[in-house]
């Protein structure tokens, strides 16, 4: 089945450390998205990426970093500059950058102790 | 800056009942508005998208409308059952701008009572 695998769904991390959040897709889109969801906002975006080898920074980029090697993988790597990285984090997938519709994994739950 | 706006922020009704879930946003010049499902703890689910030159998708006891110029935009759930329980968000893309990237709602809390 085609769809968008986030990995993994749970994570705590301790002050002062890196941690990388996993999302992989099989379904052949060329955009992906990060967003972070907090109780009782909105979705906001950290980072996008319309095709292999490019990204931009979303609205809250800050303390955030991507990569995009692959057109299938996007991972989110949340870094000590950080200052409140406890939150919920959704991946995300569109055929093209700036029209299509979007589809999400099922999520990662960061939590900082 | 586009603003997207659903009041109530929660709902319950009975089961059975036919309601509706509102969205509005503030600048009218959109491409498309995506309405989302999302259950606790878990990613949203696509569930109706539609384009800013149409004026209504339907699936299933689902029924999005699109008005516009007035900057609304609202979910009919029909025949309403305990598994429509969730979270229900709207999200809308500009039609110009270097990124064009959704802006979401913070979403309309519903829960069916058996």
């Known amino acids: 089945d085609g769809g968008i695998t986030q990995s993994p769904k749970y994570l705590f991390r301790k002050e002062g450390q890196n941690v990388t959040l996993s999302c992989e897709q099989n379904?052949?889109?060329?955009?992906m998205y990060w967003y972070r969801q907090d109780p009782g906002q909105g979705l906001r975006l950290i980072y996008y990426s319309q095709i292999v080898n490019d990204f931009q920074k979303g609205d809250i980029a800050e303390g955030y970093s991507v990569s995009r090697e692959k057109k299938e993988s996007f991972p989110l790597t949340v870094t000590s500059a950080q200052k409140n990285p406890t939150a919920f984090y959704l991946c995300?997938?569109?055929?093209?950058?700036?029209?299509?519709?979007?589809?999400f994994g099922e999520g990662s739950r960061l939590t900082v102790l | 800056k586009q603003e997207v706006t659903q009041i109530p922020a929660a709902l319950s009704v009975p089961e059975g009942e036919n309601l509706v879930l509102n969205c509005s946003f503030t600048d009218s010049a959109i491409y498309n508005l995506q309405w989302f499902r999302q259950d606790p703890g878990k990613g949203l689910t696509s569930l109706l998208l539609?384009?800013?030159?149409?004026r209504e998708q339907t699936s299933g006891r689902l029924n999005a409308s699109l008005d516009k110029s007035s900057g609304r935009s609202t979910l009919y759930i029909a025949a309403s059952q305990p598994g429509d329980s969730a979270t229900y968000l709207c999200?809308?893309?500009?039609?110009?701008?270097?990124?064009?990237?959704?802006?979401f709602g913070s979403g309309t809390q519903l829960t069916v009572l058996p």
């Open positions: 995300a997938s569109s055929i093209i950058a700036y029209t299509g519709e979007l589809f």
């Open positions: 379904l052949n889109h060329d955009a």
């Open positions: 999200a809308v893309r500009p039609s110009s701008g270097s990124a064009r990237q959704l802006t």
């Open positions: 539609i384009q800013s030159s149409q």
